[in-house]
Every structure is written in C-alpha cells, then in structure tokens.
C-alpha cells in the first residue's frame, strides 16, 4: 500500500462504551484518457462486546498463523 491510501480512525462513539471505525481507501488509477482516483468510504459503530466475539470467529487470521 502506498502513502495516502487508506485513512482510518477508531474512536469512542459514546459514554456506553460503543466504538466506530471510518476511513477510506483508494488510490489512482491510470485510463486511457486520464488518471482516476478510485476510492471506498466506509463507516460503522459497534459495541465494544462484539469485538470479543468477532476475534473467536474462524474467518478471523490469528496472528503467527
């Protein structure tokens, strides 16, 4: 990934303990008549709960695995 391709923030979203995450990635794309920048912004609050049950699933990637 180059510089300036992905920006992503986690932040409290409440006093209950609720978390988000926003960001964006993309990056510039060459066509044949122009240099494009192609890009996904994204957003979503959770609990903070569901992070626990979310690292136990299977589809996640362990670390040293």
């Known amino acids: 990934m180059s510089p ?31 240099r494009y920048w192609h890009s996904v912004s994204f957003g979503f609050e959770f609990e903070s709960g569901q992070v626990k049950c979310a690292l136990v699933d299977p589809w996640v990637p362990k670390s040293g695995a």
Do not use: I
């Open 4 to 34: 300036n391709e992905l920006s992503l923030r986690v932040f409290a979203a409440s006093s209950r303990g609720h978390l988000a995450v926003e960001g964006q990635t993309g990056k510039f794309v060459l066509g044949e008549n122009g």
